[in-house]
T-cell receptor
Framework: DADVTQTPRNRITKTGKRIMLECSQT?????MYWYRQDPGLGLRLIYY???????NKGEISDGYSVSRQAQAKFSLSLESAIPNQTALYFC?????????FGPGTRLTVL | GNSVTQMEGPVTLSEEAFLTINCTYT??????LFWYVQYPGEGLQLLLK?????DKGSNKGFEATYRKETTSFHLEKGSVQVSDSAVYFC?????????????FGQGTTLQVKP
């Protein structure tokens, strides 16, 4: 089984809809991260969490929220999706030595 | 603020050619430097890393040396294979507070032809 899993893998939604992306990990790390990838921009950090009670904004948190339900689970929500949130979203876990990434969720907002 | 700049892609090479992908960075403090690779349809995975100046990271025939004087961490491989076709990301760690946050370059696509 994969160490970091993301659901769904692909999602098409409409402007204004609420959507949740889920992430689970079995690596045992306390830290978890959400990134988005856009062509030509690399990956940018949305939110990160050191543990269940410690959640921090990244460089592009506007329009997003997160929930850390357990050490192993970290979900990302778009409260009211807009087309410029169309991107590839990655969850990761790890520490300053290495991060382990999930396979990504491709989100399209029409 | 901290940032990473990679050479523009795509890079197209023939099999067994020499590869260089340039990466330069701007940072305060003493960050660690990384190369991550993303194969088609997959998430990123760590290729190699270096934690201090003059360190050389190496893995699977790839190597990169942490050059503080030129603020660079160029990725090299002596003989590429078709299976090396992927997107390569240079990244640095946020050296302050040990948060583990990574700052990525924009990625460089490598295509290796038989």
């Amino acid at each position: 089984d994969a160490d970091v899993t993301q659901t769904p893998r692909n999602r098409i939604t409409k402007t204004g809809k609420r959507i949740m992306l889920e992430c689970s990990q079995t690596k045992g790390h306390d830290r978890m991260y959400w990134y988005r990838q856009d062509p030509g921009l690399g990956l940018r950090l949305i939110y990160y969490s050191f543990d269940v009670k410690d959640i921090n904004k990244g460089e592009i948190s506007d329009g997003y929220s997160v929930s850390r339900q357990a050490q192993a689970k970290f979900s990302l929500s778009l409260e009211s999706a807009i087309p410029n949130q169309t991107a590839l979203y990655f969850c990761a876990t790890g520490d300053y030595n290495e991060q382990f990434f999930g396979p990504g969720t491709r989100l399209t907002v029409l | 603020g901290n940032s990473v700049t990679q050479m523009e892609g795509p890079v197209t090479l023939s099999e067994e050619a020499f590869l260089t992908i340039n990466c330069t960075y701007t940072a305060t403090g003493y960050p660690s430097l990384f190369w991550y690779v993303q194969y088609p349809g997959e998430g990123l995975q760590l290729l190699l890393k270096a934690t201090k100046a003059d360190d050389k990271g190496s893995n699977k025939g790839f190597e990169a040396t942490y050059r503080k004087e030129t603020t660079s961490f160029h990725l090299e491989k002596g003989s590429v294979q078709v299976s090396d076709s992927a997107v390569y990301f240079c990244a640095l760690s946020d050296g302050s507070g040990n948060t583990g946050k990574l700052i990525f370059g924009q990625g460089t696509t490598l295509q290796v032809k038989p």
